[in-house]
């Protein structure tokens, strides 16, 4: 097919989503979140006070919940079985287990081919930790997005003001690194940059240049 692909990888609050879903309007591709979809059976599973360490579980949960996005008028939207959960999953509770949750093959095996699906039909910018390595090995432009991990944490911490989180700096910034240590570490499809990924640092970067950058890149 004519479907392009776009990969974005890279540690925690290195700006992916905010990048992906601005290329994404722009060049008219449908945008998947990878990441808010192992928050959302996080959520899931947290709420029916399932034991994160067990892959069992987790693939049963998984097997009953259907996660789907939708463009709204404020921008897209994640729902867990209908209900919209845009806001929930990015709760600390969730950020803080979702980790774990990711790292169980078989969870991974199900969502990576539910993410795959959403490729089948439209060109796409998908984000996450293994899109290049894993999800879409043949994705016409990979993307590996850093920055230092005191801008990433000033990031988040911006964020977090503005919706009403008070997490204190310095906690956010080892949050960050442990959750990177954690992803990068991980047996499965841990996150590294595919050999072909082309390696973009964002530190004192805005998110018009990073776009920019890209779509040089693409074009
Ligand atoms: O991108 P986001 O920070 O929302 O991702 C949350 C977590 O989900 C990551 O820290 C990682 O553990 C996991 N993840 C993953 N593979 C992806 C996307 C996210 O393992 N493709």
Redesign the pocket.
Known sequence: TNNKQIAIDGP??AG??TVAKILAKKMNYIYC????M??ALTLAALRQNADISSEIELTKILADIEISFKQMADGQHVFLNGEDVTQEIRLPEV?NS??EV??FKKV?AELVSRQRKFSDSDSIVM?????GTV?LPEADLKIFLVASVEERAQRRYDENTKNGINTPFDVLKKEIED?DT??STRKE?P?VQAEDAILVDTTGLNIDQVVQKIEDLMN
């Not at 979140?33 to 808010?36: C, L, R, S």
Request: no cysteine; proline share 0%; hydrophobic share 20%.
């Open positions: 925690a609050s992916k989503s979140d990878t990441g808010a192992y928050r950020t979702v980790s990711s790292s991974r984000d996450g930790r293994d899109i999800v959750r954690y992803d499809s996150l």
